[in-house]
């Protein structure tokens, strides 16, 4: 159907109150749609070929289509359909990696038959597919006067069948009300207030503010990019030509936002997912070494398999693994994989995952080989593919002697310098600060060089809350400033200080920092509980080591350099900028 039709096309009526399988108008008006007088509350089986076809007809659909068409797409993508009071009132948006704007949705028209003389009513739905790019979507319900607004984000989790509402609506409780309760039941309501959360599991659900007449129903379907087990056949990756993972920055990844017609999109077919219970667990995190995932999607860049090769480094908040992703090879035999773990709630760890590809991204069209290179993400399941980079990190013991110091000789300490600072410079153009400077954040080798990993940390001020990038980082690498001023002392400058650490190490002034008695940043920070004075002494006392050593650097240019980088009060540090201008490190004295 085109445009004009989707404009023409009738408003629901509130009386067919639609998704409710309790009314019995709306049953019969969609058995008579469908031809199910048993299974008319089976919404999208997509299994059942009489429904399919019987759907079809109800939408409206004047020819027969082979399996395939838009309704698999459906079947295999809409994670969401919204079906507002008023669709005139309603706006849809995603949650994007900076870069890439997903399609708002499409709009389209449910028909069938209310009585025997064929008059036809329309029922109009929007239906929201999750992509690669987006985590979440915000939507807007506007009522009959110009204050009466109801927002909300709904948020995608990877691990679960439920979504995760948030009220956006300012100073307003909204309503949530699931749908479709056996008659015998009170309805199940929740009060979600200015900024909290609800978890809505697959099913219908009304959400409303009443005292401002603002309502759309929502139908969360189950999670869409894993193929049922129960259908599970052979992968039809192979033998076809080799695909592309596309990137935030990719200009051939953009669609047209607007109403049209449905695509013709080819049948996916199930394939089977090896170590991995679809239903109950997270697909990446949860994938056992040696075996292999597919995910599907209709979309370029959504189908494809994931091989977990050999486990890198796992943490509270991430596991980052080697992997094999079918549509980035052979151009890249391997890829490292890292995927968030679901801590908190998928508000939190959504927000993390958008910065972090948002920013790195952003940093990746650069190209520079100093920085690694972000090479695919998945939002569907909070993963990053990045570049393979065959060299330990500085914190490796490949680079530490028996005692901890480095390893290495003066002209690698010279390289990662020389790198670091070209990197950094480019990344504080950028508006960009790492906030997480580490030996155990830079790989090194001879032959490539120096090369800046790890942007899960990063800010560039527009994204981030103080709580997930200025109160967490590693803390012999946290500059002397965030001891005054807490909570705004980091940025570029802390970045510089931090290199001039890592070159205190580099130097042989300092072991291994990492192997020194730690602390909880986040005690400095808010410098209250428990914890907080002896963090603070700590701290304190790891910065008079730092500037201990700093006084006792030679006379070298080099060391003349790490000397400013270290520079306790800020106006008296370098910044990045200078110390990459001259490029002329290669000539430093030792």
């Not at 082979?66 to 919204?82: C, I, K, Q, S």
């Not at 869409?224 to 030509?241: D, M, N």
């Not at 999109?265 to 697909?283: C, D, E, K, M, Y």
Request: hydrophobic share 35%; net charge negative.
């Amino acid at each position: 159907m085109d445009h004009d039709q989707l404009e023409g096309a009738r408003s629901p009526v509130t009386s067919t109150q639609p998704f409710d399988d309790d009314d019995e108008s709306y049953k019969t008006r969609l058995a008579a749609a469908l031809g199910h007088h048993d299974k008319s509350t089976q919404v999208f089986d997509s299994q059942d070929p009489a429904y399919k076809a019987h759907l079809q007809a109800a939408l409206g659909q004047q020819e027969p289509q082979p399996v395939g068409t838009f309704l698999d797409a459906v079947d295999e993508g809409t994670r969401l359909l919204f079906l507002p009071s008023d669709p005139e009132s309603f706006e849809l948006k995603h949650a994007d990696v900076e870069g890439y704007q997903s399609p708002a949705g499409e709009w389209m028209d449910l028909r069938w038959e209310v009585d025997e003389d064929e008059s036809v009513e329309t029922l109009r739905v929007l239906a929201v597919a999750q992509s690669v790019y987006n985590v979440a979507c915000d939507a807007t319900v506007r009522g009959a006067s110009a204050t009466a607004v109801l927002t909300f984000r709904v948020y995608f989790d990877p691990s679960s069948d439920d979504v995760s509402l948030r009220n956006t609506t300012h100073n307003s409780t909204i309503l949530v009300i699931r749908d479709g309760q056996p008659h015998d039941s009170r309805p199940q309501v929740t009060r979600v207030y200015y900024s909290s959360a609800a978890q809505l599991g697959p099913g219908q659900w009304e959400i409303s503010l009443p005292s401002h007449g603002c309502t759309t129903k929502l139908l969360v379907l189950h999670r869409r990019f894993l193929p049922p087990l129960a259908y599970a056949g052979p992968s039809e990756q192979s033998g076809k030509k080799r695909g592309t993972l596309p990137t935030a920055r990719d200009p051939g990844a953009k669609r047209v936002r607007g109403a049209g017609p449905p695509v013709n999109i080819r049948t996916l077919s199930a394939v089977r997912n090896q170590g991995v219970n679809a239903a109950t667990s997270h697909p990446l995190i949860d994938l056992q070494t040696g075996r292999t995932i597919e995910l599907i999607g209709s979309r370029r860049g959504e189908k494809y398999s994931v091989t977990r090769i050999e486990n890198l480094s796992d943490s509270r908040s991430s596991s980052v693994w080697r992997a094999i992703i079918s549509i980035l090879t052979p151009d890249h035999p391997s890829v490292v994989t890292k995927v968030l773990k679901p801590i908190g709630n998928a508000r939190s760890t959504a927000t993390m995952w958008l910065r972090e590809t948002s920013i790195h991204s952003k940093l990746s069209a650069g190209g520079l080989p100093t920085i690694v290179q972000l090479l695919g993400l998945d939002a569907r399941v909070h993963s990053l593919y990045l570049e393979d980079i065959a060299a330990p990190s500085l914190a490796h013991r490949a680079w530490r002697g028996p005692d901890d110091y480095f390893s290495g000789t003066p002209a690698d300490a010279r390289r990662v310098l020389d790198d670091m600072a070209s990197a950094l410079a480019f990344v504080h153009e950028n508006g960009v600060a790492h906030n997480d400077i580490k030996p155990g954040n830079i790989l090194f080798s001879p032959a490539r060089g120096a090369v800046l990993i790890d942007f899960g940390l990063s800010s560039d001020g527009t994204r981030g809350s103080v709580a997930e990038t200025q109160t967490a980082g590693t803390p012999w690498y946290v500059p002397p400033e965030f001891l005054r001023h807490s909570i705004t002392g980091r940025g570029p400058p802390g970045d510089v200080w931090a290199l001039g650490v890592v070159m205190l190490y580099l130097r042989h002034r300092l072991p291994m920092p990492d192997k020194s008695t730690d602390w909880h940043i986040w005690a400095v920070a808010f410098q209250r509980g428990p914890d907080a004075a002896a963090a603070i002494g700590r701290m304190a006392t790891w910065l008079k080591k730092v500037e201990a050593e700093r006084t006792q650097l030679g006379s070298s240019q080099m060391d003349e350099v790490i000397r400013q980088m270290t520079a306790p009060e800020r106006p008296e540090r370098v910044t990045i900028h200078a110390v990459v201008g001259p490029r002329a490190w290669a000539g430093l004295g030792t």
